[in-house]
């Protein structure tokens, strides 16, 4: 939907559209750091941790605008409106996102409407969800004997109109990672067996990466269903299928540390 420009008037401030990054707030690049502490308004997404949400002045004006699977507080249509009206009475906009604001956030929807009501902007972007859990997992994406590519995409869009060519994705050399997928772990077991996949592909899902709150559930692509179903599993939550994987390990050096820091601590307690 077209946004016009508010006769006779030139938008104030400026639309910074910022991505967050996994969670971790040492993972924000200075200039989102910067752009965030000076911030006048900031619409925030759902996905968007609690230890960044801290950051934003106590002065600003905070707008949850996120969407969640059944809990969608804002149409997109809503946001473009919200982002377009602060603009014109605010001297710095903060459109703060999950991730990366290119990457499956509806980023570049967004900007279009700010570039039809004639508002500024800039992008920051961010760690996307795909490189920050897989990093702080210990699953390289690529890997010289083990993975030649590797494919981001989302369930979340599958429609009967276009559905996912999950033939593409068959390849054993091949590491995938599925962005809003865990409700529909079932549906992409199934596809993927069907398109060729071994079913003893290593699978991994890695819920509240780069938070304290991180943790991998493991098994094979057979088991995927079974693993998004865990109790324990929290959102958000990221689906990397591929036998990368399985050097999680090897190399998962955050949620070993966050082990050993834990029980460093208990051991201090009792003692003390």
């Known amino acids: 939907m077209a946004l016009l420009q508010l006769a006779g008037r030139q938008a104030k401030g400026k639309v910074y559209l ?3 990054g996994p969670g971790d707030p040492e993972l924000l690049t200075l200039k989102a750091w910067r752009l965030l502490k000076s911030a006048d308004v900031v619409l925030y997404d759902a996905l968007v941790s609690e230890e960044i949400l801290a950051l934003i002045p106590t002065a600003a004006e905070k707008i949850s605008v996120g969407k969640r699977a059944g809990h969608h507080s804002a149409s997109q249509d809503e946001i473009n ?6 603009a014109y009475t605010r001297e710095t906009v903060v459109r703060l996102k999950g991730g990366d604001p ?10 279009l409407a700010l570039t039809d009501a004639g508002v500024h902007f800039e992008v920051v972007p961010g760690i996307t969800a795909a490189s920050g859990a897989a990093a702080y997992a210990g699953i390289p994406l690529t890997h010289r004997e083990l993975a030649r590519s590797v494919t981001f995409i989302t369930a979340h869009c599958q429609t009967a109109e276009q559905p996912i060519n999950w033939q593409a994705y068959s ?14 772990a079932n549906i992409i077991q199934h596809e993927l067996l069907t398109a060729g996949r071994a079913a003893n592909t290593p699978v991994a899902i890695v819920s509240r990466a780069s938070t304290p709150q991180q943790k991998t559930f493991q098994g094979t692509l057979s088991e995927l ?6 109790p324990q599993l929290q959102m958000p939550a990221l689906i990397i299928i591929g036998h990368v994987v399985q050097l999680a390990q090897q190399l998962n050096w955050f ?8 029980a460093v601590a208990t051991e201090s307690s009792i003692q003390g």
Not at 81 to 86: E, G, S
Not at 103 to 108: A, D, E, K, N, S
Not at 225 to 230: G, H, I, S, V
């Open 18 to 20: 910022l991505g967050a």
């Open 81 to 86: 409106r919200l982002l377009v009206t602060k």
């Open 102 to 111: 290119f990457i499956f956030g509806r980023g570049g929807e967004e900007l």
């Open 171 to 184: 390849a054993v050399d091949h590491t995938l990672v599925i962005y809003m997928g865990v409700l529909k």
């Open 225 to 230: 269903e079974r693993l998004a179903a865990d």
């Open 255 to 262: 949620e070993t540390a966050s082990r050993q820091h834990s």
